[in-house]
């Protein structure tokens, strides 16, 4: 039997993706950009081993049993990364025939699940990273975050640390959709990510079917399409010049105008609560007492947590602040995190 575990971290995006132009594939219909979070706090650890004597694939997610049966995604990274394997195993018959034999997964996230924290991110990373090592493949980040991709179409940016952009591609293989990295973990130390758990509660729309629905019925998506491409340039010139004010500006804009499509659905989808539309309120009153000079900016993704970038000497004051207006005597509700941006460091 071969067994190998590995951790991945969560990614937070800042210009976000929503919407797909082949759902089989997971191509998007837009390049969207985020930063990856330290994993000490937020990851996805899965273990798999491969067995001749197993009688099937099997799925453990946080100690329960999932049927697998119709997982279409987690089936698209075991075929991708088993024909690798098997080409290996072609060219050298002394390998251990790993592609045929059936395989455990066991996944665990140390956070909320499916509460839009990203979790499908690091988990779907974690399973094609871990099917990686297991199978000893060679391949490199980018080839497995085409990969990644068609198991999450974000878990594609978990791969790499620091701030990633995933580049939409125009091939209709999809051969030229993958992540990037724009910049390494260490080039802007000072930036911290504040999780804010408004709720734990699984959402109520996933995120598939929620890009479903845009697609169809949001007149408002054309807009964002075409604002999209300037903003990525926009946002990677702000990370390489960490210009907060700029950064900020834009994550801000780009979750509202997000959560505005969302909205211009038919039927609506929200993601928010009155939490979070607190918090939004709060930051940009915190930020206007600063005559306008950004502090904080909040992202929100599929759901009603929100995630605060902050340079590290406002985030003491910033956690104070949301601790002051937002107390709650629910344990799981008051969990601050925060969340240095790190490497992929021992996966
Ligand atoms: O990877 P998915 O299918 O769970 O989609 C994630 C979409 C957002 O989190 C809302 C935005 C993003 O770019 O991560």
Request: proline share 5%.
């Amino acid at each position: 039997m071969s067994s190998v575990t590995c951790t991945a971290p969560v990614n937070i995006a800042v210009i976000k993706y929503w919407g797909k132009r082949d759902t089989q594939l997971i191509l998007p219909t837009n390049d969207s950009l985020s930063v990856t979070l330290s994993q000490d706090i937020l990851h996805s650890k899965t273990s798999i081993s491969a067995n001749k004597g197993y009688a099937q694939d099997r799925l453990w997610l946080n100690g329960i049993e999932e049927d697998i049966t119709k997982n279409k995604r987690m089936h698209n990274c075991f075929r991708e990364t088993r024909a690798l394997r098997q080409r290996m195993e072609k060219e050298d018959p002394d390998l251990l025939p790993l592609s045929t034999y059936p395989l455990h997964v066991c996944s665990e996230n140390n956070f909320p699940t499916a509460a839009g924290l990203a979790s499908s991110a690091s988990g779907l990373a974690a399973l094609v990273f871990t099917l990686a090592k297991l199978f000893d493949l060679p391949t490199s980040m980018t080839d497995l975050s085409r990969i990644a991709r068609q198991g999450s179409g974000s878990a594609c940016r978990s791969l790499f640390g620091g701030f990633v952009a995933w580049e939409m591609g125009s091939e209709a293989d999809g051969s030229d959709s993958r992540a990037v990295q724009i910049a390494p973990d260490t080039h802007w130390p000072e930036l911290e990510a504040l999780v804010c758990v408004v709720s734990d509660a699984k959402k109520g729309t996933s995120s598939t079917s929620g890009m479903q629905q845009t697609i169809e019925s949001s007149p408002l998506m054309k807009e964002r399409l075409r604002v999209v491409p300037g903003r990525m340039d926009a946002m990677k010139q702000a990370i390489k010049d960490k210009n907060f004010q700029t950064f900020a500006e834009l994550t801000m804009r780009d979750s509202n105008q997000f959560h505005s499509v969302c909205l211009d659905t038919f039927p609506p989808i929200f993601y928010l609560n009155d939490t979070s539309r607190g918090i939004i309120q709060l930051i940009h009153e915190y930020n206007a007492a600063n005559n306008g000079v950004y502090k904080a900016a909040y992202t929100y993704d599929a759901g009603p947590n929100a995630v605060i970038y902050a340079t590290k000497e406002n985030m003491k004051e910033i956690i104070e602040l949301i601790g002051h207006y937002f107390p709650s005597s629910d344990e799981k509700k008051s969990t601050y995190f925060t969340d240095p941006y790190n490497v992929l460091e021992g996966k």
